[in-house]
Every structure is written in C-alpha cells, then in structure tokens.
C-alpha cells in the first residue's frame, strides 16, 4: 500500500490527509492491526492504485479491497482536539503543527529553502513552498507558538514526541541555531520528546548546543546515498557531501547516544539496493539508524510522475536492513523521538519486529 498508495471511496474519513509541505505529503494516516502507517492517497499512483479503501462502517471500519478480494480493514485516526484552537495571535494551531501517524506532532519552522527557490538547486521531490503558497501553514513558526501548540497537543491528544525540521536558511548553521530556539522554549512549556531535523551545519559544535537546548534526536536526511544520484535529483544539497554527512554523523552521536541520530533515505530514486544497503551498513557501524523509506512522488514537483519502487525491491532492502540494525544493536523502539520512532512511513520497523520474533 505504501508503494502503490490507495484510493479511497470517502475522502473525508478520520483526519485530513497531508497535502504539500515538507513531508510526509499527499498521504492519509490508516491504523492497521493498531499499528497507524502514512499511506499515499494524493500522488499519480495512488490514482491508479488496485487498493480501495471503501466508506467506514458505523464502527469506523474501512474495508481494503483489491479487485473482489477483501484484504483486511483499516480505521482512520480522529482529527486531533487541538487543531480546533488558535494561537493567542489568531493564527489556527494547525498552521503552527501537525499530527503525524497517531501521535506525533511535526512542524516545520521555516516554511522557505534557499534551494527550493532556484530550480537548479531545488530538491526534484520537495514540496516545501506548496503548502506556504496554498495559506495551510505560515512562513515561520516562532517559539512561544510552538510551545503554545506542543504544550496543547499534549493535553488534549495525548502526543508522545515531536518532530522539528526546516527549510535551509541563508546561514552556515543550516537551520541549527532556530531548531535550537524552537525546542528550548517547547521544553520550557511542556516535558515532551524532540528530533530536530537539519542539514550538517558549519560546525560541529552546534550539536551540543542543540542538546542543551532540549533536542533528543538528530535527523540529517541524505536521502540519495550515492552522488551521482545525489546530483541528480537535488543538486543544491549535494553540495554538501556524502563524506562531511559522514563527518556531521561522527561528531553527533557520541553528543545524543547511539540510535538517537538517524537519517532518511529514499528507495527508488535510483539508487541501487547494494548502494543502500552498503551505505546502512556504515551508518549503523557509526550509530546512525538509516531509516529507510520508499519514495512517495509529490503532485506539483518534477517528480510527480516519478515511478514508486516496486514492494519487492522494499523487501530486498528492509529484510537485510532490518537483520543489520539488530547486529548493530540499533532499534526503532529505542529512538527518543523523531520519524525512525514513529515509523509510519516505512515498514522498516515490522521487519524489525519480525526478525525479532
């Protein structure tokens, strides 16, 4: 489902699905045996998915189906109680935050790139401006925002962790020093669980300055591991290299612990499975969870009509990827907070789970 996406005959079910913005986009949360997954709903395939997902029953259970047969059932997480307020500015709460998988919550705390804005340097995938330009979200969410959010969506809705990423701003720490800013004042408001996601900045010691200022986890997403690849399809942020990610890594994990610094990449790019995997292997052998997802294509990017890697080539990567974090002592179940905990968007943790068994 994750790779062809489904289509749904009501929409309007649980939630709104995520449409633009940083990611995971064009998706809809669905809860299958308890275990909530971001499936693609929005995207070209999706459209021309065999699954469908029929209406709700009276108990809130959606058949999925594909052509006469009846596969299983999903339920849709609820609308959470907090996007019904406003910040003590007018400004909704789900323009400062949203939820994510079941529980949660994700902002991005600048909603513009220096890449994005030039098309030879824009990541091919990113579909960062596209929620900004449709009015769902603002440019930049200050702090006393974000604490006053977080420190609802706790109250109400039960969130257990909280992911922070951002546009690449014009500065050398890449986004490191608002991230900071941001998860001092969430702490300062309520006990919650914090990855910050960013690009390596100029210097390493922005790490500890990070995790004095209340950020768990780490996330520095490569997510094209090869640079050929990496040219290709983000040109800007190729500029920074495999090999200072690598560097950035080394000098992250032993400030936030092993498994507490993660990266994302994306199967189906053209990277091959060998590429990936052999990359993992490094980031595991350095203490980084490799969480690996399968690319989901953005109406709107050049990408759009990009081909979604195919479940068989998911299985060759997370089987493998799953046995090598367990050797590595690395677990998803360990992570403080952040997407590799979550793991709504990949079933890397399932693979976990079942080699574990």
């Known amino acids: 489902m994750q790779s062809y996406g489904v289509r749904l005959v009501d929409p309007k079910a649980g939630a709104d699905s995520r449409r633009g913005g940083a990611g995971p986009s064009d998706h809809k949360a669905m809860t299958i045996d308890g275990m909530t997954v971001m499936v693609p709903v929005h995207t070209a395939p999706a ?18 189906r594909r052509d006469d047969l009846v596969l299983g059932e999903v339920t849709f997480p609820l609308q959470p109680a907090f996007y019904g307020l406003k910040t003590a500015d007018g400004i909704p709460y789900s323009k400062i935050a949203v939820l994510h998988g079941a529980d949660v919550l994700a902002t991005t705390v600048l909603q513009t790139c220096i890449r994005y804005q030039s098309r030879t340097k824009t990541c091919q995938f990113c579909a960062i401006g596209q929620s900004l330009a449709a009015g769902r979200t603002v440019e930049r969410k200050t702090p006393a ?19 922070m990423t951002t546009g690449t701003p014009p500065t050398r ?26 690009e390596p900045p100029d210097t390493d010691a922005w790490f500890a300055r990070m995790k004095d200022a209340g950020v768990d986890a780490l996330g520095m997403h490569l997510e094209a591991v090869t640079p050929e690849v990496r040219k290709a399809i983000m040109p800007g942020k190729a500029e920074v290299s495999v090999e200072r990610y690598m560097e950035a890594f080394a000098a992250a994990v032993p400030v936030f612990g092993r498994g507490q610094v993660s990266t994302y990449i994306l199967a189906g790019l053209g990277d091959t499975r060998e590429a990936i995997l052999a990359m993992s292997e490094r980031l595991i052998a350095l203490g980084v969870y490799p969480f690996v997802v399968p690319f989901v294509p953005i109406s709107g990017t050049p990408l759009e009509s990009h081909p979604t890697p195919a479940p068989g080539f998911m299985h060759e990567i997370l089987k493998p990827l799953a046995a090598m974090l367990r050797a590595g002592g690395l677990k998803s179940t360990d992570i403080k907070a952040g997407c590799g905990k979550c793991g709504a968007c990949s079933a890397l943790s399932t693979y976990e789970r079942e080699g574990a068994a």
């Open 145 to 163: 925002q974000l604490a006053e959010v977080a420190e609802a969506a706790v109250r109400l809705d039960g969130v257990k962790h909280m992911v």
């Open 173 to 198: 720490d890449r986004g490191a020093a608002i991230l900071a800013e941001s998860a001092a004042a969430v702490k300062a408001a309520v006990d919650l669980p914090i990855q910050a996601q960013c």
């Open 47 to 64: 459209f021309e998915s065999p699954y469908l997902v029929e209406k709700p029953d009276a108990f809130g259970r959606s058949r999925v």
